[in-house]
Nanobody
Framework: QVYLVESGGGLVQPGGSLRLSCAAS????????IGWFRQAPGKEREGVSC????????RYADLVKGRFTISRDNAKNTVWLQMNSLKPEDTAVYYC??????????????????WGQGTEVTVSS
């Protein structure tokens, strides 16, 4: 079966940094794009970033562009999300998810097929 496991979340001060990891198994990792989404309590799940299967293309939501960087190593079956200059509004559970072929143009969660359990990020003084 397909498994995605996020890690690296925690408590950081505003302006700080975290690096999230998404470890994958159960499918040919290098054939799929991987997206990061986040969800705060009582809010809809929103897209954060996506990276193509070969890492040739990346995209970011406007609110994180310039602060977050997505990367992957297909030999390690892992995707990372480096988060810098964190703000309180970045507080959420962060999820990684698979999508076929390339990153979609939008940020619709239904376009992603398999999801991890999430890792909590809290940005607070």
């Amino acid at each position: 079966q397909v498994y995605l496991v996020e890690s690296g979340g925690g408590l950081v001060q505003p302006g700080g940094s975290l690096r999230l990891s998404c470890a994958a198994s159960g499918f040919t990792f290098g054939y799929y794009a991987i997206g990061w989404f986040r969800q705060a309590p009582g809010k809809e799940r929103e897209g954060v970033s996506c990276i193509s299967s070969s890492a040739g293309n990346t995209r970011y939501a406007d609110l994180v562009k310039g602060r977050f960087t997505i990367s992957r190593d297909n030999a390690k079956n892992t995707v990372w999300l480096q988060m810098n200059s964190l703000k309180p509004e970045d507080t959420a559970v962060y999820y990684c998810a698979t999508t076929p072929l390339e990153c979609p143009k939008g940020w619709y969660p239904n376009e992603y097929d398999y999801w991890g359990q999430g890792t909590e990020v809290t940005v607070s003084s």
